[in-house]
């Protein structure tokens, strides 16, 4: 199918010589255009050719994963474009070309030119962890039980920042779609809960990626995360709140997995018909275990499931037992932050 042009705007100069030399243009959602001024005599001096960028593919492209000759060789869906842009009208339209346009090739970088000659692209810090905290290490750590740490720290910032974010987010917008897509699971035990985090992970990649910095394994130690300060705040603050009712979370907890399984309501299949008194007992029960995980909204989640209260049910226990686990670490005394003060 043969594409068409497609309207752009320049949202960044990031390099100027003479004339703009390298652009960044935004072309749709999720969609940018990286530009360098041609290096073609026969085009005129405002002529630009570029290649299509993902979110990811700009923060690792930041990060100087790859150099820009890299960048442009290999396109998000292999799509090149043309345009011509005047520094007083950041509107234009870019032109789709194929790979083996001439003035493209003869407008690629050589090797060796990566994103520190140029400005920093300005719109990555809108999807980039923004600050970076430090968790002290002490003890004896088995190599497996990182991982498992880390795993935790990403289901539980993930899906907590999942639903602050659709707290905030418009009826109808793509983001609350794509969110809630990731509630339609078979739901068959622990296997659908592993994909149902992955998802929720995958989901916050372009908005507030958690990353492991720097790590010391001797204790005593350290391991350095970065993250969105706002969604690691409400991590923190998740875990202060379980930290000072960790009795009364655990038996709201077993309230309602006993409802719960008692009425066959834990399996992929739902073996038993879900009367209003079960259905009401099993929402008051939720709405209890809610109560002690500070940002976990109940309501939001039946929202996110699309109304099926007994998947948000589901995932409600599940949020509970991997904060649960999460804070085992701390109560060993193995990892500490200084936002968390153990409690009773």
Known sequence: MTRKALPGKVIQILLWYDIPEILLVEIGKNEFVLAVASGCSDDPENAYYGASFSQRQLIEYQDQKFDLRYALSRPKSRRYWRFEYSPDDPSVTVEPIISSNESLKATIPDAGVFARVHSKIEIVDNFVPDSEERFQLDGNWELGEFSQLYGKMEDVY????????????????????????????????????????????????????????????????????????????????????????????????NKLYSTMSQNQLLGAHRQKVLTDAIRDRMVKRSEELSSFLDGVS???????????????????LSIYRRIESLYKFFDEGRIAHPDIELGN
């Open 298 to 316: 109940y309501q939001s989640l039946v929202e996110m499931a699309q109304g099926d209260k007994v998947v948000a049910s589901k995932v409600l």
């Open 158 to 253: 993930y899906i907590l920042n999942d639903i602050r974010r659709w707290k905030l987010l418009s009826q109808g917008s793509s983001q609350k779609t794509a969110i809630s897509s990731a509630f339609e699971k078979p739901w068959r035990g622990g296997g659908s809960y592993r994909s149902f985090y992955a998802d929720v992970a995958n989901d916050n990649q372009e908005y507030s990626e958690l990353r492991m910095g720097g790590i010391s394994y001797h204790s005593p130690g350290y391991v350095t995360i970065k993250a969105k300060r706002v969604a690691f705040d409400q991590f923190l603050q998740s875990l202060e709140q379980y930290s000072e009712s960790v009795k009364l979370s655990k038996k709201a907890y």
